[in-house]
């Protein structure tokens, strides 16, 4: 373990037992997972088969990026023993073995600005992406906050069947998104799977997380009783770029106070 993973490992259990905390119902049983950056090349990530409400260090693993990066470039297509062996080769620490969505954590883990990703299945989020109106959660904004913290453009990605064909078709849709808005998303929303928080923390990936859950819950009563009402785009823009609303995001993410 690098000594960087070592000083973070507190921090990732705590966030991940945070996140699976059954009151917040963002996840059960072995759903969802976590993942930090511990050096410029490396992360720890969630293994396999554990709980996120009963995480400790040993149920994280430190994987080498640059050969997952490799992996997702150059690998074969949805081969399994090549995957079981990138994840034994790449695991530079733990007894664990990563999980299949560690494939993903690499892809948004190559990202500016991300530490911190966060991975759930909350039920109002989810209840969307199992619906005909999932695109609805990326039409507009429908409150300040929810652009102050998920910013104004999420992604949303069609069902891929998880590993290297889910992480290779979210590469190239974060490129397209990147080169359409001219910044990463905070928030990946993946159809009939789950939401992927990509921070600059581990605070403020819970904070988003906590912000797709409301932004759900809000999206699904408007819906019940009419149908939604998004900000215009010359409001979304102006929250977006406020002095004073900036400062709340910086704060929301854990950075200053």
């Known amino acids: 373990m690098t000594d960087t993973a070592h000083s973070r490992i507190a921090e990732i259990v705590d966030l991940t037992r945070r996140a699976g905390d059954p009151e917040r119902e963002f996840a059960i049983l072995a ?37 997952y990066w490799a992996a997702i470039d150059e690998g074969p297509e949805g081969d399994d023993e090549f995957v079981r062996e990138l994840f034994s080769r790449a695991t530079t620490w733990g007894r664990g073995r990563p999980s299949v969505e560690s494939v993903l954590h690499a892809v948004c883990q190559r990202l500016d600005g991300v530490d911190a990703v966060l991975h ?34 999420p992604l949303m990605v069609p069902y891929i069947d998880p590993g290297l064909p889910l992480a290779r078709a979210v590469s190239n849709a974060l490129r397209e998104h990147i080169d359409r808005h001219g910044e990463r998303p905070r928030v990946i929303y993946l159809r009939n799977h789950g939401v992927f928080a990509l921070a600059g923390s581990a605070e403020e990936a819970l904070s988003i997380t906590q912000m797709t859950v409301k932004c759900a819950e809000v999206l699904g009563a408007a819906l019940s009783i009419g149908g939604p009402v998004f900000l215009s785009d010359a409001h979304a823009s102006r929250i977006d770029t406020r002095p004073d609303e900036l400062l709340r995001r910086t704060m929301l993410a854990g950075e200053i106070g």
């Open 31 to 67: 759903e969802g997972n976590t993942s930090l950056r511990t050096a410029d090349d490396r992360m720890l990530v969630k293994a396999t088969g554990t709980s996120m409400s009963e995480a400790g260090p040993e149920s994280f693993v430190e994987v080498d990026l640059p050969s």
């Open 120 to 153: 759930t299945h909350p039920v109002p989020v989810n209840a969307l992406l199992c619906s005909d109106r999932a695109d609805l959660l990326i039409e507009g904004s429908l409150f300040p906050d929810q652009i102050v913290v998920m910013g104004r453009h």
